[in-house]
């Protein structure tokens, strides 16, 4: 009686490959469910006793889709069992499980981006000083993810019977139309990029830009980098010319600076009096380097048309100093020699009249 039961068909098909290949979907289901609950708990247990990151991030990305997988794999499997004939049925579910095969494919990216993004460029960016890295990052990320999903539909469609030939010719026009009109965004866009790894400036240095002005770099953005003067005026430069510019940067090679004070006394005056006066200044200065290879000096340069000019030399191991020191020791300079009765001499002019 069972097998005359198991025996009977629908639509060609035998009650008991109905029932088996029911039964091999939902048992690649419940396989699907128990490797999932398996990732959850052993494989967490796992990467959490190794250092490294990557493991946990591998599987948050694969632990949903393996079961999206084995389920796929499992409907497969029990619709080829079913042993249907009529090549249009065969065809749709061809179509159907290419279809679901591409979303979970571009799923699985989607995922893999999210977790390279949000596990492991983000927490990095927000360990730099610069902002450019901060905004760099989600572009990216939209990015990639707008690529995938350009590249699914574009294989549903072909998988449904759709000409793409047209659709990706159309697309490559596009693409080459927008990157014209978008150029000046590009470059600067890439600009930042080289300035960010070639590491000429970063968020805080001091610099000169081409066109004279002086100011700290406030940010570094997708667009442009931000100056700000001392006059606490903002300086926007586009990125792609602060990339194809001289810069000059305080801050770089390292963290010192040097100043210089030139002054002249007048004739009749002791040189290496004056040199030892002005270096005693120089000296007791808090924010002149005390370091050995970075001692102040004192030159006697050259015996002028009115003076004896003399340049006064120093260092600072912050640079950021050097600006402040010489408004400094220009005055105690000044009073020094006042003090010491050294005459600091002015232009003069002797005119003769012919009578």
Known sequence: MALEILSQTFFGITLQNILISLGIAVGAYIIGKIVYYLFKTVGRKLTAKTKTDLDDVLIDIIEEPIVAIIVLVGVFIAFTFLGIQDKGINGLFNSVFKIAVIIVLAWTAFRFINALSD?????????????????????????????????????????????VTALIAGLGIGGLAIAFAAQETISNLFGGISLMLDKSIKIGDKIRIDSGEVGVVNEIGLRSTRIRTFSNEVIIVPNSKMANSKIINYAQPNNYGRGQIKFGVTYGTEPAKVQKIVLDILKNNLKVSKKEDRKPVVEFLSMGDFSLNFTAKFWCDDYTNVWSAERELTTAIYNGLNKNKIGIPFPTQTVYLQK
Not at 124 to 150: C, M, Q
């Open 119 to 163: 596990k492991i460029l983000i927490p990095l960016s927000k360990k730099t000083k610069a902002s450019f890295d901060d905004h760099l990052v989600p572009l990216i990320s939209k990015g990639a993810k707008a690529i995938v999903a350009v590249i699914a539909v574009i294989m549903i469609m072909d998988s449904i019977g759709f000409d």
